[in-house]
C-alpha cells in the first residue's frame, strides 16, 4: 500500500511504524471474510481493509473525525484477520497505533472517557473487584432477571491441592485480576494438575496489564508490566520452569512483555526473559502427556471456544482439544470456530449490541450438538458465554483435574 506521513507525523516513531505496516498491504480483502464485525454489519469499513484505509488516511493528514473512532472502535481486536492475511500485517499493532493517534487528535468525550477509566480502576483491580462482586452476587436472587444474568454465580473455592509426588520443579501461575476473582476454581484446577505432575505453583499476582493497554492508557499499562516484572523476578532468578497464564488473554500480553517494553533500558531483557517463559497451559501439558491418564471411556460430550487470543493472538490451535480428547472427553465439531464470541476484554461493556449479536452467533454454533459443557481457555469469554449459555460454559483446566485420580 503506498502511504504518506504528514508532516505532523514524518517525525513520530509511531506513524513510522504504523507506515511500515501500512505497507505491507496488498489490499487482498481476504481479512474480511473471517472478520466478525463484517460478517454482522456488511460495512467495509468495518472490516480490517476499511479500517487500515481509514487509518492510511488519517496518517496522511485527514482530519480526526468521530465517524472514523466508530468504526475503529467496533474492532474486537480478534486477530483473525492476521491468521488470514497472505501478506503478515501486524493489523493488531496498527490498530492499536491509529487509536491512539485518533485519540491524541480528537479526545474521546469527558463521559466515555471516565467510562473507560472506571473499567480499568475497577476490573483491573480485585481488591475493588471483589467485594463489588460479592454485593452484586448477594443481590442476585431480587434482581430483574436481564440483570442477574450478567453477574456470575458464586464458585465453590476448594482447599489446596498437596503434591503427592516427588517434586520436579517449581512454576509460575499468574492469578489473573477477574479469574481470581470470579473463577477461582481455574486456579485450582491447575494446581491439581501441577500436583499430579509433581510441580509446585507459586502464585503470581497483579495484572498483566492487557485492560489498560487495550484501552490506551499505555503508560498505566507499562507501569503495571514493571511492577509485575518487579514482583516476579526474584522467583525467576530463583528458578523457575515456566509462567503459567490460564487466562489466554492475559497470555498474549505476557507473552507481549519483551515487544512493549523493548525500548525501555532497565526492563527490555528483564522482560524479554518474562515473556520467553510464559506459556498457556496446553503448551506445557501438550510437554507432559506421557504424565496424564489414557481414556479408558467417554467422559462427557464437550464443545470448545478457542478463544480469539489463543488461536489468533498466541496461535496455538488444536492443542487443549487434543489433551481432552485423549482423557476421553467427545469433542463436537463447531462451526465457524475461528470466530469472535463477543466478549473480547472490555468490548462487551463498550459496544454491548455488537457483542451480544456475536454471542449469539457464537452459541449457535457451539450449541448445535447438544453439548453437555462448552469449554474454553479465557476467563472474559467463560463469563460472557455463561451469561446466556443453554449448557454450563467451564475453563478446559478444571476438566483436565476432573480426569485425574484423587491425591
Same mark, same amino acid.
Not at 491509529?98 to 471516565?114: D, M, Y
Not at 452484586?136 to 434482581?143: D, H, S
Given at each position: 500500500?503506498?502511504?504518506?506521513?504528514?508532516?505532523?507525523?514524518?517525525?513520530?516513531?509511531?506513524?513510522?511504524?504504523?507506515?511500515?505496516?501500512?505497507?505491507?498491504?496488498?489490499?487482498?480483502?481476504?481479512?474480511?471474510?473471517?472478520?466478525?464485525?463484517?460478517?454482522?454489519?456488511?460495512?467495509?469499513?468495518?472490516?480490517?481493509?476499511?479500517?487500515?484505509?481509514?487509518?492510511?488516511?488519517?496518517?496522511?493528514?485527514?482530519?480526526?473525525?468521530?465517524?472514523?473512532?466508530?468504526?475503529?472502535?467496533?474492532?474486537?481486536?480478534?486477530?483473525?484477520?492476521?491468521?488470514?492475511?497472505?501478506?503478515?500485517?501486524?493489523?493488531?499493532?496498527?490498530?492499536?497505533?491509529?487509536?491512539?493517534?485518533?485519540?491524541?487528535?480528537?479526545?474521546?468525550?469527558?463521559?466515555?472517557?471516565?467510562?473507560?477509566?472506571?473499567?480499568?480502576?475497577?476490573?483491573?483491580?480485585?481488591?475493588?473487584?471483589?467485594?463489588?462482586?460479592?454485593?452484586?452476587?448477594?443481590?442476585?436472587?431480587?434482581?430483574?432477571?436481564?440483570?442477574?444474568?450478567?453477574?456470575?454465580?458464586?464458585?465453590?473455592?476448594?482447599?489446596?491441592?498437596?503434591?503427592?509426588?516427588?517434586?520436579?520443579?517449581?512454576?509460575?501461575?499468574?492469578?489473573?485480576?477477574?479469574?481470581?476473582?470470579?473463577?477461582?476454581?481455574?486456579?485450582?484446577?491447575?494446581?491439581?494438575?501441577?500436583?499430579?505432575?509433581?510441580?509446585?505453583?507459586?502464585?503470581?499476582?497483579? +495484572?498483566?496489564? !492487557?485492560? =489498560?493497554?487495550? @484501552?490506551?492508557?499505555?503508560?498505566? $499499562?507499562? %507501569?503495571?508490566? *514493571? /511492577?509485575?516484572?518487579?514482583?516476579?523476578?526474584?522467583?525467576?532468578?530463583?528458578?523457575?520452569?515456566?509462567?503459567?497464564?490460564?487466562?489466554?488473554?492475559?497470555?498474549?500480553?505476557?507473552?507481549?512483555?519483551?515487544?512493549?517494553?523493548?525500548?525501555?533500558?532497565?526492563?527490555?531483557?528483564?522482560?524479554?526473559?518474562?515473556?520467553?517463559?510464559?506459556?498457556?497451559?496446553?503448551?506445557?501439558?501438550?510437554?507432559?502427556?506421557?504424565?496424564?491418564?489414557?481414556?479408558?471411556?467417554?467422559?462427557?460430550?464437550?464443545?470448545?471456544?478457542?478463544?480469539?487470543?489463543?488461536?489468533?493472538?498466541?496461535?496455538?490451535?488444536?492443542?487443549?482439544?487434543?489433551?481432552?480428547?485423549?482423557?476421553?472427553?467427545?469433542?463436537?465439531?463447531?462451526?465457524?470456530?475461528?470466530?469472535? +464470541?463477543?466478549? !473480547?476484554? =472490555?468490548?462487551? @461493556?463498550?459496544?454491548?449490541?455488537? $457483542?451480544? %449479536?456475536?454471542? *449469539? /452467533?457464537?452459541?449457535?454454533?457451539?450449541?448445535?450438538?447438544?453439548?453437555?459443557?462448552?469449554?474454553?481457555?479465557?476467563?472474559?469469554?467463560?463469563?460472557?458465554?455463561?451469561?446466556?449459555?443453554?449448557?454450563?460454559?467451564?475453563?478446559?483446566?478444571?476438566?483436565?483435574?476432573?480426569?485425574?485420580?484423587?491425591?
Amino acid at each position: 500500500m503506498q502511504t504518506r506521513l504528514a508532516p505532523q507525523y514524518q517525525s513520530n516513531p509511531l506513524a513510522q511504524e504504523a507506515e511500515t505496516i501500512l505497507r505491507s498491504c496488498v489490499h487482498c480483502g481476504f481479512c474480511n471474510a473471517t472478520c466478525p464485525t463484517y460478517q454482522v454489519l456488511g460495512d467495509e469499513l468495518d472490516g480490517p481493509r476499511g479500517r487500515i484505509y481509514l487509518l492510511k488516511e488519517l496518517l496522511a493528514g485527514a482530519t480526526a473525525a468521530e465517524s472514523t473512532r466508530l468504526h475503529l472502535d467496533r474492532c474486537l481486536s480478534c486477530r483473525a484477520c492476521e491468521t488470514t492475511c497472505p501478506s503478515g500485517v501486524r493489523y493488531a499493532r496498527l490498530l492499536e497505533i491509529g487509536r491512539h493517534l485518533q485519540n491524541a487528535a480528537l479526545p474521546r468525550a469527558p463521559g466515555e472517557e471516565l467510562r473507560r477509566r472506571a473499567i480499568r480502576a475497577i476490573i483491573g483491580q480485585p481488591r475493588r473487584l471483589r467485594p463489588l462482586l460479592a454485593l452484586a452476587q448477594t443481590l442476585r436472587p431480587v434482581l430483574r432477571a436481564p440483570i442477574a444474568r450478567h453477574i456470575p454465580v458464586p464458585a465453590p473455592v476448594r482447599s489446596p491441592y498437596p503434591v503427592t509426588t516427588p517434586q520436579r520443579g517449581k512454576v509460575l501461575a499468574l492469578a489473573g485480576c477477574v479469574q481470581s476473582v470470579a473463577t477461582p476454581q481455574t486456579e485450582a484446577a491447575l494446581q491439581k494438575i501441577l500436583a499430579h505432575l509433581g510441580y509446585t505453583l507459586l502464585r503470581g499476582e497483579g +495484572c498483566c496489564g !492487557a485492560l =489498560s493497554l487495550h @484501552l490506551d492508557a499505555w503508560e498505566e $499499562a507499562h %507501569e503495571q508490566i *514493571r /511492577r509485575n516484572i518487579d514482583a516476579w523476578w526474584p522467583v525467576v532468578t530463583a528458578g523457575v520452569d515456566a509462567i503459567l497464564v490460564s487466562a489466554s488473554g492475559c497470555g498474549s500480553v505476557v507473552k507481549d512483555y519483551g515487544d512493549i517494553l523493548r525500548d525501555d533500558p532497565q526492563y527490555a531483557a528483564k522482560a524479554a526473559r518474562i515473556a520467553a517463559l510464559a506459556k498457556d497451559p496446553s503448551e506445557w501439558l501438550q510437554a507432559h502427556r506421557e504424565a496424564l491418564p489414557m481414556a479408558t471411556e467417554e467422559r462427557a460430550r464437550i464443545a470448545f471456544h478457542a478463544p480469539c487470543s489463543l488461536q489468533h493472538g498466541q496461535r496455538i490451535q488444536g492443542v487443549a482439544e487434543a489433551i481432552l480428547q485423549g482423557l476421553g472427553y467427545r469433542l463436537l465439531p463447531v462451526t465457524d470456530a475461528h470466530l469472535c +464470541c463477543g466478549s !473480547a476484554g =472490555s468490548y462487551s @461493556l463498550l459496544q454491548p449490541q455488537m $457483542a451480544e %449479536e456475536l454471542r *449469539r /452467533r457464537k452459541l449457535e454454533n457451539l450449541e448445535a450438538e447438544q453439548p453437555q459443557w462448552i469449554a474454553t481457555a479465557n476467563v472474559g469469554c467463560q463469563l460472557f458465554l455463561n451469561q446466556a449459555a443453554q449448557v454450563p460454559v467451564r475453563h478446559w483446566l478444571e476438566l483436565v483435574a476432573e480426569a485425574l485420580p484423587e491425591a
